[in-house]
């Protein structure tokens, strides 16, 4: 769990430079959207890094400050422009655990400013301590 902290606002002193916190979550049933706003100007996103849990919906609504921004999320198929002053959503239901990549390919790629990061942890379990069996005979 705590190996999250740096990522995860709320679970550490402060959120960290260029990290997102949500704008707002919303419950639909079980499942949690998380909504966050990003900027792409000169060739560069603000911020960069944007955290879920496994099966929550993120939702990034990011603007095009300065020119057309390509966006590109393999991992999850996505892909939209986004023309100079506009705004539109990148929005997936992150099923699986780890650190996904997105970026602008006409900004340079993966090797430029232009990437950004969304990190799916392992949802919280909540446990009773006497419960958790013992793994080394303590």
């Known amino acids: 769990g705590r190996v999250w902290a740096r990522y995860w606002?709320?679970?550490g002193d402060s959120t960290p430079e260029n990290v997102a916190a949500p704008v707002n979550v919303s419950e639909y049933g079980l499942i949690k959207l998380r909504s966050f706003t990003?900027?792409?100007?000169?060739?560069n996103f603000t911020p960069k890094t944007f955290t879920c849990n496994q099966g929550e919906i993120i939702d990034i609504e990011i603007t095009a400050v300065d020119k057309d921004y390509d966006?590109?999320?393999?991992?999850?198929?996505l892909s939209l422009t986004?023309?100079?002053?506009?705004?539109?959503?990148l929005?997936?239901?992150?099923?699986?655990v780890g650190k996904f990549a997105f970026y602008c390919p006409s900004c340079g790629g993966l090797n430029s400013s232009a990437v950004g990061y969304i990190i799916v942890i392992p949802p919280q379990i909540k446990y009773q301590s006497e419960t958790i069996p013992s793994s080394n005979n303590e």
């Open 9 to 11: 606002p709320g679970w």
């Open 38 to 43: 990003m900027n792409a100007e000169k060739n």
């Open 71 to 77: 966006i590109i999320q393999p991992d999850n198929g």
């Open 82 to 89: 986004i023309k100079k002053g506009e705004t539109k959503s």
């Open 91 to 96: 929005q997936s239901q992150m099923s699986d």
